[in-house]
């Protein structure tokens, strides 16, 4: 392989699928090399910014990286390839899948909550046998939350797992959504909604306030639009609830972010695990030079040539940084770049900030990997990005997708 | 102030003081059994699971071993629910003193343990992880053993023969009047009622705390408290139970439990009877034990860390005073002989493995000192009735064989309406617990066991939360059903914190490799994808 390419992308999560897309856009010669699918099974559907003007303030979040009008690009580019996703000044609220009201500040359209201090009623569609969700909570939930308004449940059967769920079994939210994307499934939908009207209507009550709750991902924003062929409006207002994992949204998004990457030129490499790193200073600086990175694909070793390599291989939880037993090693797996390891490892409670989440590569403004001792970047053409940066948790921040986007964004700029 | 009569108070319920209670129910004595926190919470639940053959005691302890081969026969027959009949494995390494060797084939042979010699080709094919430095390996009758189903078992048993116990009930005070033992004053922690039991005898049977209870009344009883801190890997690294053949020291015990391995031990005196934090050194000190048997032990995932208490008895002529030095025997301690009080007895040190003959000796004192002639029946009478094979099959039928069996070894005679309810509404078959195999119907049930007051107590009874995901997918799945047992959002949402804080206390230690992104993921589904409000940090 003696090609050429204007950029590397080692990592297919979010933030390495945001800078390959953003680069083939940008008509560059671009590969993505990917082990898995990094974390996104587990995408609610929302992407977290954050406080961001809070986070900005704090010594070396990632945010602090990029300047205010880079972070709107990151936001635009979302709402750019997902349509359906908006944002507001003010926050936006969305039901997790307990039906407990969670911020989030990228959304699709169909999730947004209703303005709390309105009336009017949700009927939560319940499907028949749906695994971990529970209707009588969720109804509570959303009662508690929504003072003024009225929960109803009302279960639906899907004529094809009715054998499957009177074995006791139940049925993933994943099928269901793959169920709700077929034609079969948007018929039983679009009856069940019709005849809940109807039945409103012959009870001489209005439908004008009624809004139908549904569990995770039946519209299809992610229009990959290879297998899609609906794409039905309903006779009453849909909202959708965030997913729990396996998530549909993860899924889908997936497979539509492989999709445009594709479509766009990307070249795809997936299975692919990197080995090696070859590259050199550049003379009278300490400076170094990446050259090429040695992949292993199908138990053979490739040479990938490129003017530029993004590092987009996830944190500890992605697989990017291995912790070794009692952390006597603490790994970067491709470049092997120093990283920022926390004197404190944990805090006792749980639910508490973690020091541990803080690990990750240090870089400048252009997110190339720093030296911790004396500060010079290390390579001059590699840019790190997403989970791998440090000194930020995704969970307690609530700011995963934002400083993911706007890295994958940013470094895909600099290509 | 509420008010018990009864015949005898047994304090404590762990396999001893519950041990009592079966006892003594089996010989028509009455009997109330009073625990501080919920059952098997201290030491029964907080040790490796072996089922002891005895031959780690053969060459320091032969009494100790004698009666641990005894009672491995006898516990094998009257509980086989609770145990795993694996096996156990002595290897002897090449660095190993070949004087142990001697007197421990002697010592066998004097206690009645049988040992048969596996030849090093079979034995390294049986167990492919074990290291090759072994040089000779012995196999012994060592089983495993499920601490949580054995007590429960034990408690069932006592149940159907009239014994009653309370749990979350402290005795504040032991009631006495002229050197005589009238009962004890207790307080219902959950409704902070005081109790005033009524009783000729009390038994203290309080493991690690037996001390408090008898310093209450100023009488001294010598407890030592020996942390012994063991790690619990996420496979199932060996078929047996894996001993070294040495002097008994650290980290020299594998013992298998269906799909984990627990590894151990340690051993520090400690001041609190509750002393159950594991540090980041122990564990590095274990691991490093380990190499000796398990060369690759490094490369395998961590679930967690935990300690319990072995509350070793110090009696006075004992030469050597220090954790491993002190006598695994146990010891009755008759307060009128000792401090000239009568009516009170604390049973003292034992192992698990001996809980039986303990509950035996102290119920013959019992039944000596209210002159009731009945003999003890616990060495022959079955744990658990033969279970219905309608029942049995019908379950199989329901939830596969897997899911079944280890059902009906959880509940027991119980089993039958549970297994009512899946057949009535198959949805409730559905898993709660994927690792334990808990359906939604089994945990509905142990929600309606009156002692169970907590989302940890519910893990008590099922094991929810025990397995490989410590809690993160379980708990969540148990909303519905403890919304329905506790009542309200609220408190459900602090019945998950309390729990993943307790399971957080155990991984903490482990914190890295596999078990570190796993704790990230349930940290992310938390957070994150149900939207828990992040806690402060203390400092």
């Known amino acids: 392989m003696n090609e050429m390419w204007d950029a590397v992308v080692v990592g297919g999560g979010l933030a390495g699928w945001i800078a390959g897309i953003r680069a083939a856009q940008r008509d560059k010669k671009v590969l993505l090399v990917t082990e898995g699918v990094g974390t996104l099974f587990y995408f609610s559907g929302i992407f977290d910014y954050g406080d961001v003007v809070r986070l900005r303030h704090l010594p070396k979040h990632p945010y602090t990286l990029f300047k205010a009008q880079e972070i709107t690009q990151g936001q635009r580019f979302v709402q750019e390839i997902c349509p359906e996703y908006v944002m507001k000044d003010t926050p936006q609220f969305a039901f997790t899948v307990l039906g407990t009201v969670r911020q989030g500040d990228l959304m699709p359209r169909s999730m947004v909550l209703p303005d709390q201090q309105e009336q009017g009623e949700f009927v939560i569609l319940v499907p028949e046998g749906l695994k971990d969700f529970f209707p009588k909570i969720v109804a509570a939930n959303m009662a508690r939350e929504f003072p003024g308004w009225q929960v109803n449940e009302k279960r639906m059967k899907v004529g094809t797992l009715s054998e499957w769920t009177q074995l006791g079994k139940s049925v993933t939210s994943i099928d269901y959504a793959s169920i709700w994307r077929s034609e079969e499934g948007q018929r039983a939908l679009t009856l069940e909604i019709d005849q809940l009207k109807r039945e409103y209507r012959e009870a001489g009550r209005s439908s004008n306030k009624l809004v139908v709750v549904l569990p995770s991902l039946v519209r299809e924003y992610f229009d990959s639009s290879r297998s899609k062929p609906y794409k039905n409006e309903f006779s009453l207002p849909i909202l959708e609830m965030s997913s729990f994992v396996p998530s549909p949204h993860g899924r889908y998004f997936a497979e539509y972010l492989k999709h445009m990457f594709t479509d766009l030129g990307g070249e795809l490499m997936m299975g692919a695990r990197a080995a090696a790193i070859n590259g050199k200073a550049r003379s009278g600086s300490q400076t170094k030079v990446c050259q090429e990175l040695v992949v292993n694909s199908m138990g053979k070793p490739l040479h990938l040539k490129s003017k530029k390599f993004i590092l987009a291989t996830g944190g500890f939880l992605g697989g990017g940084i291995k912790v070794g037993m009692a952390r006597k090693s603490i790994r970067e797996e491709v470049f092997d770049l120093p990283l920022f390891v926390p004197e404190k490892w944990s805090e006792p409670q749980f639910f508490a900030p973690q020091p541990f989440a803080q690990i990750g590569v240090e870089t400048d403004a252009l997110m190339r990997p720093l030296d911790p001792v004396c500060g010079q970047v290390i390579w001059d053409n590699v840019h790190v990005v997403g989970r791998m940066l440090a000194h930020w948790d995704p969970w307690t921040q609530r700011c995963g997708g934002g400083v993911s986007v706007t890295s994958g964004y940013a470094a895909a700029e600099l290509i | ?539």
């Not at chain 2, 808990?438 to 099922?462: G, N, Y």
């Open chain 2, 1 to 539: 102030m509420r008010q018990i009569d009864t015949q005898v108070v047994v304090i404590g319920g762990g396999a001893t003081g519950v041990g009592i209670l079966r006892d003594l129910s089996l010989r028509g004595i009455p009997a109330l059994l009073l625990e501080q926190g919920d059952l098997a919470h201290g030491t029964s639940s907080r040790f490796h699971g072996l089922l002891h053959s005895g031959g780690r005691y053969v060459v320091k302890d032969g009494k100790a071993a004698q009666e641990c081969i005894e009672e491995n026969k006898i516990l094998k027959k009257i509980a086989p629910h609770c145990i795993e009949e694996t096996s156990g494995w002595f290897v002897y390494l090449k660095e190993d003193d070949p004087n142990y060797l001697q007197l421990w084939i002697k010592g066998c042979a004097q206690a009645g343990i049988p040992i048969k010699e596996v030849p090093l080709e079979a034995a390294f094919r049986l167990e492919p992880l074990l290291t090759r430095q072994a040089t000779r390996v012995f196999e012994v009758p060592d089983a495993t053993v499920d601490g949580f189903k054995l007590l429960w078992a034990n408690l069932k048993s006592a149940q159907k023969y009239g014994g009653n116990y309370q749990t979350y009930c402290k005795v504040q005070s032991l009631w006495l009047e002229n050197r005589q033992v009238l009962g004890v004053y207790a307080k219902d922690l959950i409704t902070g009622e005081m109790i005033q039991v009524h009783s000729k005898i009390v038994v203290n049977a309080a493991g690690p705390w037996s001390s408090e209870i008898a310093s209450m009344s100023g009488f001294d009883v010598q407890i030592q408290k020996d942390k012994g801190s063991l790690l619990v890997f996420n496979q199932r690294m060996f078929k047996r139970v894996i001993n070294r053949l040495r002097k008994p020291g650290d980290g020299d015990i594998f013992v298998p439990h269906e799909t984990v391995t627990i590894f151990g031990t340690t051993s520090h005196t400690v001041e609190l009877a509750d002393d159950h934090q594991v540090d980041e050194q122990d564990v590095t000190y274990l691991i490093g034990l380990g190499q000796n048997l398990v060369e690759e032990i490094e490369q395998y995932r961590i679930i967690r860390a935990f300690a319990g208490i072995r509350p070793l008895y110090e009696s006075v002529d004992a030469l050597d005073h220090e954790g491993r030095g002190v006598s695994r025997n146990f010891a009755l301690i008759d307060h009128e002989q000792k401090d000239g009080v009568r009516g009170l007895v604390s049973i003292v040190g034992g192992k698990l493995t001996t809980y039986r003959m303990m509950a035996e000796k102290v119920t013959d004192w019992v039944a000596g000192k209210l002159e009731v002639p009945t003999e003890c029946r616990t060495a022959e009478e079955p744990l658990q009735n033969e279970l219905a094979t309608a029942v049995w099959d019908k379950a199989r039928q329901l939830l596969g064989a897997a899911a079944a069996d280890k059902m009906m070894e959880r509940l027991n005679e119980q089993a039958g309406s549970v297994v009512e309810a899946i057949a009535r509404q198959p949805l409730l078959g559905q898993f709660v617990c994927e690792c334990e195999m808990v359906t939604q119907a089994e945990v509905l049930h142990a929600l309606q066991d009156p002692a169970v007051h907590s989302l940890d107590d519910l893990r008590r009874q099922t094991r929810l939360g025990m397995g490989t995901c410590q809690g993160a997918y379980c708990t969540y799945r148990a909303t519905p059903l403890l919304q329905e047992a506790f009542g309200g959002w609220e408190r459900t949402v602090k019945e998950y914190q309390i729990l993943l804080g307790e399971r957080w206390r155990g991984i903490t230690p482990v914190l890295w490799g596999e078990q570190l992104r796993e704790s990230e993921l349930a940290r992310a589904l938390f957070l994150n994808v149900l939207g828990f409000k992040a806690e402060e940090s203390v400092e």
